[in-house]
């Protein structure tokens, strides 16, 4: 079964701290992965994705196959990266993505 | 312009009303999607059109109707709604060539049915 797992509902941290929000997936065969953001009131919108390896926002995300996980890091959180954070899975031929529950960050000053 | 369109944004229907949710999307995306999102609930795929053709229904109830017009447009044909379908309605549009796989999606409409 295909399946994405983010253990955390809610992350709570001070200004500052390192973050590490937390994607597990379940695929058979290669996984293409993504983190999508959803601050308050705006829309949905990529964050990362696995294959272009790159940084954003200061965010990060390496695919680990041996442990399926996709854990979503960055070393200094900032108020501003409170949001709600999704792990996402492509499935199938048309681009279908497959949703983790979900996790709120909330960074305080 | 990398912007999908959701109108309308809000919408309050009886469950004896028919009414249609619209997405446009200026991209050259052929792949459009509708997705309902619960409160505090991640989105799930309701429908997949490619090619302006109906290629994935997750089982969704046929008061709920897609309509895709044209490459640039997806409708949504809502009639006889329940009140536990209240949700915020997510349409997003991909590529369905070459490397980019990102979905974008719109503002959604935020549907109450009393």
């Known amino acids: 079964a295909q399946r994405v797992t983010q253990p955390e509902k809610l992350l709570s941290v001070f200004k500052g701290a390192p973050v590490e929000l937390k994607c597990n997936y379940s695929y058979s065969g290669s996984p293409e992965l993504f983190w999508y953001v959803q601050y308050s009131r705006q829309r949905l919108q990529l964050l990362l994705r696995h294959i272009s390896r790159e940084s954003i926002k200061g965010f990060t995300a390496d695919l680990n196959k041996g442990e399926t996980s996709f854990h979503l890091k960055k070393p200094f959180a900032q108020e501003e990266d409170s949001a709600m954070y999704y792990c996402a899975l492509l499935s199938g031929g048309y681009n279908k993505l497959i949703f983790g529950a979900g996790t709120r960050l909330a960074v305080h000053p | 312009d990398t912007e999908v369109t959701q109108t309308p944004k809000h919408l309050v229907m009886g469950m004896t009303n028919k009414k249609s949710l619209k997405c446009e999307q200026h991209?050259?995306?052929?792949?459009m999607y509708w997705y309902k999102q619960k409160a505090k609930k991640p989105p799930e795929l309701m429908f997949v059109y490619s090619y302006e053709k109906l290629s994935i229904n997750e089982s969704v109830p046929s008061r709920f109707s897609p309509e895709c017009p044209n490459s640039s447009l997806l409708n949504l044909h809502l009639h006889a709604l329940q009140p536990e379908d209240s949700a915020l309605y997510l349409c997003?549009?991909?590529?369905?060539?070459?490397?980019?796989?990102?979905?974008?999606f719109g503002q959604g409409t935020r549907l109450t049915v009393v």
């Open positions: 991209m050259g995306h052929r792949a």
């Open positions: 997003a549009s991909s590529p369905l060539t070459g490397m980019n796989t990102e979905a974008f």
